[in-house]
Structures are given as structure tokens and as C-alpha cells.
């Protein structure tokens, strides 16, 4: 079981830079792959980067891909999303996520959620 906590949001303007924090509670933070969604007004949750349990592994939305960059520190029950070089098209709720079994990178295949923190992008 895993809580989780986003912080950072907040308005930028286009071009500008961003780091997102997720902090975590519980003894088993190590134990689960770590993600990070977005929900634009009017769309469906969709996939932004997600890291392994090691921190080894990342992956990212083609649409973020070279811009934001998502990492961990195990020791601190902390994930981070830093965001530069932002869009317009960035604008949303971000939220962060856990999955103890993760098998892709699909919103089903995690099991806690945070309650998600604004980011907008301005021009």
C-alpha cells in the first residue's frame, strides 16, 4: 500500500520549466514502477513517462519525448517529473501513479493514484 502526494503545479509560460515532486508514503516504495499522467479538460487520461523500480528504465510519450524528463530517489520515497521546453499543449491535471505489477503503460496497470496537481501553460 502506497500513498501518494503531487506538488509543484503551477502556471508557466511557454517555453518555460517545471518540476513536478510526488512524495510517498509506506515502507515499499522500491517495490513499485512509477508513472506519470495527464488529464487535459475534455480528454481521457493519458500515459506521460514512466520508470522502473531501480530507476534504471524510463520511458516517455512521444509527445514529451527530449523535453521532460522523469526520474526517482528511492531513499527520499520521492518521484520527479521535470518538465522543460513546455506547450500550450502541456496544460493539465498531472497526476502520479504506482504499479506493483506493471506490464505496460496503460492506466489499468496501476494501483494508486495521487490527487493529481495543475499545470498551465501560458503564452
Known amino acids: 500500500q502506497v500513498q501518494l502526494v503531487e506538488s509543484g503545479g503551477g502556471l508557466v509560460q511557454a517555453g518555460g520549466s517545471l518540476r513536478l515532486s510526488c512524495a510517498a508514503s509506506g515502507r515499499t516504495f522500491s517495490s513499485y514502477a512509477m508513472g506519470w499522467f495527464r488529464q487535459a479538460p475534455g480528454k481521457e487520461r493519458e500515459f506521460v513517462a514512466g520508470i522502473n523500480r531501480s530507476g534504471g528504465y524510463t520511458y516517455y510519450a512521444d509527445s514529451v519525448k527530449g523535453r521532460f524528463t522523469i526520474s526517482r530517489d528511492n531513499a527520499k520515497n520521492t518521484v520527479y517529473l521535470q518538465m522543460n521546453s513546455l506547450k500550450l499543449e502541456d496544460t493539465a491535471v498531472y497526476y502520479c501513479?504506482?504499479?506493483?505489477?506493471?506490464?505496460?503503460?496503460?492506466?489499468?496497470?496501476?494501483?494508486?493514484w495521487g490527487q493529481g496537481t495543475q499545470v498551465t501553460v501560458s503564452s
Open positions: 501513479a504506482a504499479a506493483m505489477y506493471p506490464s505496460g503503460y496503460t492506466v489499468g496497470q496501476y494501483d494508486h
